[in-house]
């Protein structure tokens, strides 16, 4: 079974802090995904990675950066956190590039930016 | 235009009811098509893929229609725990692109006594 880990539930920042999410995944895939989700905008891919030290941008990468030093590990990092970053993230990862592949996602980390 | 587009809903719907959605993508080129489902406030979870030829997971069916380009989702005799949002999930590409999948906003579904 899938398991797909995120460092915190909840999360509680003040406005200009930097701010670290850890997602950790058991399964030895490929790809790894980090996502915000937001009442009535849906899900909205940030950033993924699909190798080792490979990162690609998604579709609101604005005010984010990521990392991806070992193939297990993806970390989303705000450098500095701003009220509209408050937010549900969400990390996902999936095994490889067949478009049959299916992502499996972390519980999420709810993050309030005071 | 989105690329993925669904009816937001709420569905209010009594038990045992037979409950429809449907989605439509806009790049005629995808390959493969998910529904996910995701209750309030957890993680979307795959509920089933969606295959050419239709398929069926106990009360659920999932058909794909490339020519007009929707999926949809049939629920039949409706249970409480069904209750959640419903995600048409679309992944464009054959091959590549690290997996990429585009996603609905989600269909809100809710099912009372």
């Known amino acids: 079974d899938v398991k797909v880990t995120q460092s915190s539930r909840y999360l509680v920042k003040r406005t200009g802090e930097k701010v670290f999410l850890e997602c950790v995944q058991d399964?030895?895939?490929?790809?790894m995904f980090w996502y915000r989700q937001d009442p009535g905008l849906g899900l909205r891919l940030i950033y993924f990675s699909y190798d080792v030290k490979m990162k690609e941008k998604g579709d609101i990468p604005e005010g984010y950066s990521v990392s991806r030093e070992k193939k297990e590990r993806f970390s989303l990092i705000l450098e500095s956190a701003s009220t509209n970053q408050t937010s549900m993230y969400l990390c996902?990862?999936?095994?490889?590039?067949?478009?049959?592949?299916?992502?499996?996602f972390g519980p999420g980390t709810r993050l309030l930016v005071l | 235009r989105k690329e993925v587009e669904q009816d937001p809903g709420p569905f209010n719907v009594p038990e045992g009811a037979t409950v429809a959605f449907n989605c439509t993508y806009s790049?005629?080129?995808?390959?493969?098509f998910f529904w996910y489902r995701q209750d309030c406030r957890k993680e979307p979870k795959l509920l089933m893929s969606?295959?050419?030829?239709?398929n069926e997971d106990g009360r659920f069916t999932a058909q794909l229609n490339r020519a007009s380009q929707y999926i949809s989702l049939l629920i039949r005799d409706s249970k409480l725990s069904d209750s959640a949002t419903y995600l048409c999930?679309?992944?464009?590409?054959?091959w590549g692109q690290g997996g990429k999948l585009i996603f609905g906003q989600g269909t809100e579904l809710s099912v009372k006594p």
């Open positions: 790049n005629s080129a995808s390959q493969s």
């Open positions: 996902a990862s999936s095994r490889g590039q067949s478009s049959l592949e299916t992502q499996y």
């Open positions: 969606v295959y050419s030829s239709g």
């Open positions: 399964m030895d895939h490929e790809n």
């Open positions: 999930v679309v992944n464009p590409a054959f």
